[in-house]
């Protein structure tokens, strides 16, 4: 017989808000700024809706597979302000093996993986090194990014590989400029 697939669950909350139940008795709201990690798998049932019937909720949600298994179900979530990430890249999960050299606030996740938030205003610039072997996958929120030369829209995504260095840039000038660029970045082996 086999039991449920483990996966870890990511949850990174642009606007809006998700209510999350699980059965173990857990229930708890996130709500824009906050990152939700979670462990499931060895039989934790979870549910998860939008608790308002006006306001939609945008998301990205990322579900990986854990490096280890049977992870007892567990779950953490973060809330970052604005200045934390506003002009760089914050670490908002990391490899659960560095959690002990973690950024403060950081969540854990049992996979050799990193996410960064980050908020650009006009004229801002951020560097993010790859070591080798690894790749990046950049998801767009809002505003406009140069990644490398490369022009980035609201939505886009883009994977990266084979590049060491990604200088990020929000234009100082440009069409959609009259917000900050708000981006994620995945740090992937």
């Known amino acids: 017989m086999h039991g449920h697939r483990e996966m870890e669950i990511v949850t990174y909350i642009i606007e809006g808000q998700l209510e999350h139940r699980d059965d173990l008795g857990n229930i708890g709201v996130i709500s824009p700024g906050e990152i939700?990690?979670?462990s499931a798998g060895t039989g934790v049932r979870h549910s998860e809706y939008n608790p308002s019937k006006e306001?939609?909720?945008h998301l990205?949600?990322?579900?990986?597979l854990p490096a280890v298994k049977n992870l007892e179900p567990s779950w953490e979530q973060q809330r970052f302000s604005l200045e934390a990430r506003t002009g760089k890249l914050l670490p908002i999960a990391v490899p659960a093996a560095q959690a002990e050299k973690k950024p403060s606030g950081a969540v854990r996740i049992h996979q050799d993986a990193a996410i960064y938030t980050s908020l650009l205003?006009?004229?801002d610039s951020a560097t993010h090194t790859l070591a080798e072997g690894r790749r990046a996958y950049l998801f767009m929120i809002a505003g406009e990014l140069q990644v490398n030369g490369e022009t980035l829209q609201p939505g886009?995504?883009?994977?990266i590989t084979g590049?060491?260095?990604?200088?990020?840039?929000?234009?100082a000038k440009?069409?959609?400029?009259?917000?900050?660029t708000d981006f994620l970045l995945l740090d992937l082996p």
Do not use: C, F
């Open 36 to 38: 939700q990690r979670m």
């Open 55 to 57: 306001k939609p909720v």
């Open 60 to 64: 990205v949600q990322l579900w990986i």
């Open 121 to 123: 205003r006009p004229g």
């Open 156 to 159: 886009d995504q883009a994977r």
């Open 163 to 171: 590049e060491p260095t990604l200088q990020l840039a929000s234009p």
């Open 174 to 180: 440009s069409s959609s400029n009259s917000a900050a």
